[in-house]
């Protein structure tokens, strides 16, 4: 390869990630590429890999709402996703007590859930589902004012 273009790149990128999956495999884990690449003819910049570990059978990787009456798999924690756990590891970094975690927060549009935390969005890093099962990002100094305890 000579200089990068959006279709070496992509190439290059379906490369990397399949010679990742059999290091993640071996470590029990789940790798991949978070957002997308800078690049000019000379190089190229892929800005973030995340790697989590691989969820146990009862782990559900999407959420489902017990309060809106969706159906939640039998013996399973419906807040035991990927967003919970990286609550529980990660909260303490932004003043977030482990507690609060299912607990309930009120904001001037309603009360919600507090369900899980994306630390990759350091403006609206927490994850929060209203009555009806809607999703929605919240601010931590909101859920802080509004956590109900």
Known sequence: MNSFTRTSISALRTDLEN????VADKHN???GF??????????VNFSKLRAIPKA??????????????????KGTDPYDTLESREYTS???????????????????TGVY?????KASRPKYPVIGVSVRGTRYKF???GVKQGIIL
């Open 90 to 108: 990660l909260g303490y970094t932004f003043g977030l007590s482990k507690d609060w975690l299912g607990k309930k927060f009120r904001t001037a």
């Open 29 to 31: 884990l789940i790798i």
């Open 56 to 73: 146990p059978p009862t782990l559900q990787t999407s959420w489902r709402n017990p309060v809106a009456g969706n159906a939640v798999t």
């Open 34 to 43: 978070v957002g997308g690449a800078r690049f000019s003819p000379t190089e």
């Open 19 to 22: 010679a990742i999956k059999q």
């Open 139 to 141: 601010t931590v100094a």
């Open 113 to 117: 859930t507090l369900i899980g935390l």
